[in-house]
């Protein structure tokens, strides 16, 4: 089982800044380890949660969205057990819930992630 809690959401001017963060615990690490990649997605009211961004745990290769693509960057800190997202630039429509989610590949299918945290509101005011 893998626990995820994200944090570092709130509410920001367009154009302004947020790092969120997802702390992983659980089995992600190890010859049990069910976590080769850790992904972002966020939904807003309406409609379907779409992904942001992902990154290998081990090589640290990376994916995103055409939408965040130059404005947000994805990391992690494996001694951490962490992942973050470094989100610039933010724009009103940025504004969701943003949820990490744990899978064994680096993909960006909701379907392929197997564990998910609760999420954390970011609203980006115009």
């Known amino acids: 089982q893998v626990r995820l809690v994200e944090s570092g959401g709130g509410l920001v001017q367009a154009g302004g800044s947020l790092r969120l963060s997802c702390a992983a615990s659980?089995?992600?690490?190890?010859?049990?380890?069910?976590?080769?990649?850790m992904g972002w997605f966020r939904q807003a009211p309406g409609t379907e949660r779409e992904f942001v961004a992902a990154?290998?745990?081990?090589?640290?290769?990376?994916l995103y969205s055409d939408s965040v693509k130059g404005r947000f960057t994805i990391s992690r800190d494996v001694a951490k057990n962490t992942v973050y997202l470094q989100m610039s630039s933010l724009k009103p429509e940025d504004t969701a819930v943003y949820h990490c989610?744990?899978?064994?590949?680096?993909?960006?299918?909701?379907?392929?992630?197997?564990?998910w945290g609760q999420g954390t509101q970011v609203t980006v005011s115009s």
């Open positions: 990154i290998n745990w081990s090589d640290a290769s990376t």
């Open positions: 989610a744990a899978s064994t590949q680096l993909l960006s299918r909701v379907i392929n992630y197997d564990y």
């Open positions: 659980g089995r992600t690490s190890g010859r049990t380890s069910s976590v080769n990649a």
